[in-house]
Nanobody
Framework: QVLLVESGGGSVQAGGSLRLSCAVS????????MGWFRQVPDKEREWVAT????????NYADSVKGRFTISQDNAKNMVYLWMNSLKPEDSAIYYC?????????????????WGQGTQVTVSS
């Protein structure tokens, strides 16, 4: 079965950086939409970024544009989220997601596979 496993979360001070990783099993990272979402308690899951592994094109939520970078390593079947200039409002559980046919990258329902999430905490 397809398995997505996130890692790299942790605690960091505002202004710091983290790199999240998503290891993908039983799914080839070619022509897939790989997304990162985040969620805080009592709020809906929020789209962060997506990469289309077919051509490397990327899209970002306005709240993270210029600070976060999504990237892929097809040889290792990995997707990354590089997070810089972190703010306390970036604190959340971050989820990796995969979908083969994605019309709107910002919608959860477009993605078929999800990881369990990794916690990111940014202190002021």
């Amino acid at each position: 079965q397809v398995l997505l496993v996130e890692s790299g979360g942790g605690s960091v001070q505002a202004g710091g950086s983290l790199r999240l990783s998503c290891a993908v099993s039983k799914l080839t990272l070619s022509r897939m939409y790989m997304g990162w979402f985040r969620q805080v308690p009592d709020k809906e899951r929020e789209w962060v970024a997506t990469i289309y592994t077919g051509d490397g094109s990327t899209n970002y939520a306005d709240s993270v544009k210029g600070r976060f970078t999504i990237s892929q390593d097809n040889a290792k079947n990995m997707v990354y989220l590089w997070m810089n200039s972190l703010k306390p409002e970036d604190s959340a559980i971050y989820y990796c997601a995969a979908g083969a046919y994605v019309a709107d990258a910002s919608l959860e329902r477009e993605y078929s596979y999800w990881g369990q999430g990794t916690q990111v905490t940014v202190s002021s």
